[in-house]
C-alpha cells in the first residue's frame, strides 16, 4: 500500500508540474501573438532608420555596396544577404548571419541595425531562452499537447452549442473563469487548432526526419533533406563579383507580379558560391519560391515550390499561416487578436485548476505572478531595449521573477492582480513616453505608428478591465440599507 506521505508528495509534484506547463504555454501563446507584428515591431524598434522607396531604390549602386562588404573576409558567413525593399517593409539591409546594416536608398551603408529586443521575443517564442535544439523540441511538444487539448475539450463539453454564449460575469470567480475559458476556446476552436498543429511542426519535424532517415534512407538525414528541398545547384567555381543589378532586372520576366524581397548569396565563404533571389507571390500561400543564379548572373532553375505537389506547397506554407503573414494588415489584427484570446485561454483554464482545488499552498499567488509579470516583463525589457545592446533575456527573467515574489509576499491573488495591472498600464505609459522622446516624429510614420497604435490599445483594454473590476469590487462591499 503507498503511504500517505509519498500521495502527498506525488499530489504536490503533479500540481508543480501542472503549473510550470502551464506557465510555458502561456509564454510561448503571448510571445506568438506579439510577434505576428514582427516586421513591424523590427522597424518600431529603430524608426530613425532611412525610408527606402522600393520604385527608387539603386540596386546597381547597392551592387558595389554588397560586393565591397563581400570582399571583407571578416563580416563573411556562409551566407550573406541583400534584404530589399518592399511597400509593407521599406527598408533595405546588408546582412550577415551575424549583423545586419541599413541601406540608403543611394545604396550606400547607413547604421547598423539595433532589433534587440524583437530578437529576444522570437527567441522567448521559438526556445524558451534555451539551447535552441533543446528548446525547439519543447516548444513543439507543447503544441501537440495544445492540439490534444483542444480536442478533448471540444469533446468533454457535450452542451458546446448551447452554452455558446453563457458568460457569468456577475457570478463567482470560478464560474467567470470557466465561462470565459469555455466561450473563448469555443469561438476561436479552428484558429487555435491550427496554430496549435503548425506550431508543432517546427520542432518535431526534426526527429520525424530522423526517424525517415533511419527507415527509408540507411540513417542519411541529408539525403532526406535533399529529397524534399533540393540539392545545390552545380556552378563553376569562381570567386567574381555578384552581379545584382542584372540579377533584379531579370525578375519582373522570371516572377511576373511577384515581390522580390531577398537576395541571398549561399556558400559565400567559399569558391561555389550561387545566389539565391527570394519572390513571395501573392496569389499562393508559400513563403517564397526561390530562384537561382549563378555569380555572373545566370539563370540556372527554380526551387519548385510554387508549381511543385499539394505536399510540397503545404510545407512551404506552414510558416506564413502560423504567424498569420498573408492577405496584409486585418489579418494580423485578426490573428494578434485570436492569439491574445488563445492566451487568455491558457491562463484562465489554469485558474479554474487552481479554484478547484481548494488548497492555500502558493500557487495560486504564484501563478497571478507569472500571469501578470511576464507582460510587465516584456514592456520593461522592451524600454531597456533601446539603450541595451545584451541582457535583454535577463531583464525579462528577472522581471517575471520579482513579480513572482511580490505576489508570494502579498499573498492577496485579488489585490495583486489589481496592483500588476496598474504596473502594466504604468510600464505602457512609460514605453510610448521613450519612443516619443526618443525618435519624435518618426514614433509617428508607418510601421512604427501601427505598433504604437496596439500599445495604446493595450493600454486602453487594461485601464477599462481595471475600472470594471474596481465598479464590481464596491458593488460587493456596499453596505445593506436598514
Known sequence: MIRADTVKRAIAGHSWLGLVSGALMYLICLSGSLLVFSSEIEQWEQPDAPIVNPSYFDAAAAETTFNSVLGNSLDLTPHMYLVLPTYESPRAR??????????????????????????MLRDLHYFLHLPE???????????????????????????????????RL??????????????????????HLTIAVTGAFFGLALPTLAIIAEAEFAGDQQAVIETVYGTDPPVELNQGPIAVNAIL?????????GETFLLTVHEAESEK????????????????ENYLFSTAGDFIRTDGWKDGGVGKKVL?????????????????????????ALT??????VNVWLAKRRVEDGLSDLWAGVVWGSPLALTISASVGFWLDFGL???????????????????????????????????????LMIQMLLFGKDALRSAALIVNQIVFGLLAGLVLVEAAHIRLSRRRVKPSVA
Open 344 to 349: 487568455v485561454v491558457a491562463a484562465s483554464g
Open 393 to 431: 533575456t535577463a531583464v525579462f527573467w528577472l522581471v517575471l521573477c520579482a513579480a513572482c515574489c511580490l505576489a508570494l509576499c502579498l499573498r492577496d491573488v485579488v489585490r495583486f492582480r489589481s496592483l500588476a495591472r496598474r504596473l502594466n498600464a504604468l510600464g505602457l505609459i512609460v514605453l
Open 316 to 340: 512551404y506554407s506552414i510558416y506564413r499561416l502560423h504567424f498569420g503573414n498573408f492577405s496584409g494588415y486585418w489579418v494580423k489584427v485578426a490573428y494578434l487578436v485570436l492569439g491574445l
Open 133 to 167: 535544439s533543446w528548446g525547439m523540441v519543447l516548444v513543439s511538444s507543447l503544441g501537440a499537447i495544445l492540439v490534444g487539448l483542444i480536442i478533448t475539450g471540444l469533446f468533454a463539453h457535450p452542451s458546446i452549442l448551447r452554452d455558446a454564449f453563457a458568460l
Open 170 to 191: 456577475n457570478k463567482s470567480s470560478q464560474l467567470q473563469e470557466t465561462d470565459i475559458h469555455n466561450r473563448l476556446s469555443v469561438w476561436a476552436a479552428p484558429f
Open 94 to 119: 546588408i546582412a550577415s548571419e551575424n549583423e545586419s546594416w541599413f541601406l540608403y536608398p543611394n545604396g550606400e551603408i547607413a547604421q547598423k541595425e539595433r532589433v534587440f529586443w524583437s530578437s
Open 273 to 288: 558560391r550561387f545566389v539565391g533571389v527570394s519572390v513571395q507571390h501573392k496569389d499562393s500561400m508559400i513563403y517564397s
Open 249 to 257: 532586372q531579370q525578375m519582373p520576366v522570371l516572377a511576373g507580379d
